[in-house]
């Protein structure tokens, strides 16, 4: 993401790329979207089909540390990896903070309330208790969540989410119900309604205090391979939205793959695409547009 501050962490997007270390000689790729599995024996974990080796990666959410132990199936993350073996990775959640209330249908966090079909109760998480959802925006702009866990060992809170009701004067905006006062002062330039930013801070007495702002843009995306549901789609297929946030430029040289019966890939078509299919999608950076040279039909 791009950085708000001078203290901001840049994630490798994101998702959302690559290192800003330009002794840094390694060709990375970068792979966002769902770990599919994790062997602990093994120091590895699975992402996009590929299994990656972990044993010397950065694990991290923004500038809190992750140990490997705590990663798991179905955590949205942003890898950077190099000949099987990942780098640095980075969580991407959509909330990190202490629950308020939680049933077999809901769950709040932060001052705002999401759906999650019982996902909370799979992993015993508690009001009072520390957890971090992952998930992303439908087509009519709700979180769908994909995976819950606990999140004790992250200290702050994070949050995610389009601002809305950017007051310039006083640094403060909206993550859907969530009220955010920024203490990042650096480039606010970048805030705006519309945009995409992750938050971190602090949630209390209905306020969300950020110390850091993170304000996506079509960098964090550039030559990475993202995983997404199409959550929105124009009638020529030429334009499509990943995961409610992320706009893609579809062309006459964009390819497309699909699974035969016999789950090897096969080229295809732009019939493939669809509101809320799950593709995987190689993008690149195109004088400040995002285009796919690649799209994959994901069956899974």
Known sequence: MKKVAVLLLGTAMLSGCGSDDSSDSRVSSSYIGAIESVDQSNDSMTVGSKSLNVSHAEIKLNDMPVNFIELDKGMQVEVEY????????????????????????????????????????KQNILADQRAMLFGYLNDSK?????????????????????????????????LTSTFVESKDYDDVNE???????????????????????????????????????????????????????????????????????????????????????KVEVDLINKNGVLEATEIELDND
């Open 82 to 121: 190099d000949n099987g073996t990942a780098y640095e990775v980075e969580l991407e959640p959509v909330v990190v903070g202490k629950v308020s209330h939680v049933t077999s249908a809901d769950i709040t966090i932060n001052g705002q309330t999401f759906k999650h079909a019982d996902l909370a109760a």
């Open 142 to 174: 709700e979180w769908v969540i994909t995976a819950i866990y606990n999140a004790d060992f992250l200290p702050n809170d994070v949050h995610e989410g389009v601002v809305s009701d950017f007051d310039r004067a006083n640094n403060t905006f909206k």
């Open 191 to 277: 805030l705006s309604n519309g945009v995409w930013v992750e938050v971190e801070g602090t949630y209390s007495a209905n306020k969300f205090i950020a110390i850091d702002v993170d304000v996506e843009d079509v960098s964090d995306f550039s030559n990475a391979e993202v995983e997404g549901h199409i959550t929105a789609l124009n009638p020529e297929k030429t334009l499509m939205i990943l995961n409610g946030r992320t706009k893609v430029t579809i062309t006459e040289n964009t390819q497309f793959f699909k699974e035969d019966k016999n789950g090897e890939d096969v080229t295809s078509d732009n019939s493939i695409l669809a509101l809320n299919a």
